[in-house]
């Protein structure tokens, strides 16, 4: 399984390798063994120590980052930029975490491999219009081309946990789906559009921040122009419709 893992990461010599959650060192090692210079997040103490005193101690294309993920990973991203590959095999609470701060910020690895419980990786690679669409899936999708890799079973892991957990791969596209000019407003409209899965895009609209800022009217002349049905729910749109909507919506702002 990490075999498989260092294998879709394609890392070449020294590339830079963010791995979140190294735990004692598995896939370090071979990373390492593939000559990529690796920097190791991990919170655990005791991991820490292995890692740094121990297992690699004496390898000068290893750095360990100790603490929380959450907060080292987006300030390193802020110091350093983007590193060609990012990794993660993460408890489940934490991963979908991580992975929506990178994707929301301005870095973007060209190739992220990341080990998560299997619900999580098919809202991720979800299409247009099924049931685990969501606004996870645009953001996740709006710059990458999101792929199941494999699935492994509980049995891989010590202690096994109660869930499958499957790979997922996360190639840059070459332009990303959504024009750079409306990232922000993009990004609020899908948060919005999807705040409760049972309203309709109008009254998701209405509740929420754009509600507030563009009143009813507004709301109404916003999907009117867009041509989306007020009545419709987000899961019934496609990223057309999403797109239109943030032109609109830019637009009103900028007026
Ligand atoms: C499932 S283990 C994976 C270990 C190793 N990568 C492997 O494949 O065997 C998860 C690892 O993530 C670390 N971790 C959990 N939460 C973290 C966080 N917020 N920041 C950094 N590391 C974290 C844990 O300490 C543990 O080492």
Same mark, same amino acid.
């Given at each position: 399984?990490?075999?498989?893992?260092?294998?879709?990461? &394609?890392?070449?010599?020294?590339?830079?390798?963010?791995?979140?959650?190294?735990?004692?060192?598995? !896939?370090?090692?071979?990373?390492? @063994?593939?000559? $990529?210079?690796?920097?190791?997040? @991990? !919170?655990?103490?005791?991991?820490?120590?292995?890692?740094?005193?121990?297992?690699?101690?004496?390898?000068?294309?290893?750095?360990?980052?100790?603490?929380?993920?959450?907060?080292?990973?987006?300030? /390193?991203?802020?110091?350093?930029? %983007?590193?060609?590959?990012?990794?993660?095999?993460?408890?489940?609470?934490?991963?979908?975490?991580?992975?929506?701060?990178? +994707?929301? %910020? &301005?870095?973007?690895?060209?190739?992220?491999?990341?080990? +998560?419980?299997?619900?999580?990786?098919?809202?991720?690679?979800?299409?247009? /219009? %099924?049931?685990?669409?969501?606004?996870?899936? *645009?953001?996740?999708?709006?710059?990458?081309?999101?792929?199941?890799?494999?699935?492994?079973?509980?049995? $891989?892991?010590?202690?096994?946990?109660?869930?499958? %957990?499957?790979?997922?791969?996360?190639?840059?596209?070459?332009?990303?789906?959504?024009?750079?000019?409306?990232?922000?407003?993009? +990004?609020?409209? !899908?948060?919005?559009?999807?705040? /409760?899965?049972?309203?309709?895009?109008?009254?998701?609209?209405?509740?929420?921040?754009?509600?507030? *800022?563009?009143?009813?009217?507004?709301?109404?002349?916003?999907?009117?122009?867009?041509?989306? &049905?007020?009545?419709?729910?987000?899961?019934?749109?496609?990223?057309? &419709?999403?797109? $239109?909507?943030?032109?609109?919506?830019?637009?009103?702002?900028?007026?």
């Amino acid at each position: 399984m990490r075999e498989k893992i260092v294998a879709l990461l &394609d890392v070449q010599q020294s590339q830079t390798v963010w791995e979140i959650g190294p735990g004692i060192g598995a !896939i370090t090692s071979l990373l390492l @063994e593939q000559g $990529a210079n690796v920097t190791a997040f @991990e !919170i655990d103490h005791g991991f820490c120590r292995i890692l740094g005193e121990q297992a690699f101690a004496d390898e000068p294309t290893f750095r360990l980052i100790a603490g929380d993920a959450l907060k080292t990973l987006p300030a /390193q991203l802020a110091k350093e930029g %983007s590193p060609d590959r990012l990794c993660g095999n993460l408890p489940y609470n934490v991963g979908s975490v991580v992975i929506a701060k990178v +994707l929301e %910020s &301005d870095y973007r690895p060209p190739v992220m491999v990341f080990t +998560l419980q299997k619900e999580v990786v098919d809202r991720l690679c979800a299409h247009p /219009q %099924s049931k685990d669409w969501s606004s996870f899936s *645009m953001l996740a999708q709006m710059d990458y081309e999101v792929k199941p890799a494999f699935s492994i079973n509980s049995g $891989a892991f010590y202690p096994p946990p109660k869930v499958t %957990s499957s790979t997922v791969l996360f190639t840059l596209r070459e332009q990303s789906l959504v024009p750079d000019h409306l990232r922000k407003t993009f +990004l609020l409209v !899908i948060r919005e559009l999807f705040a /409760q899965r049972r309203k309709t895009v109008k009254n998701n609209l209405l509740s929420g921040k754009i509600g507030a *800022m563009v009143g009813k009217g507004g709301v109404e002349s916003l999907l009117d122009a867009s041509h989306v &049905d007020p009545s419709a729910r987000a899961e019934a749109l496609v990223w057309d &419709d999403f797109i $239109a909507l943030s032109e609109s919506l830019s637009s009103c702002q900028a007026r």
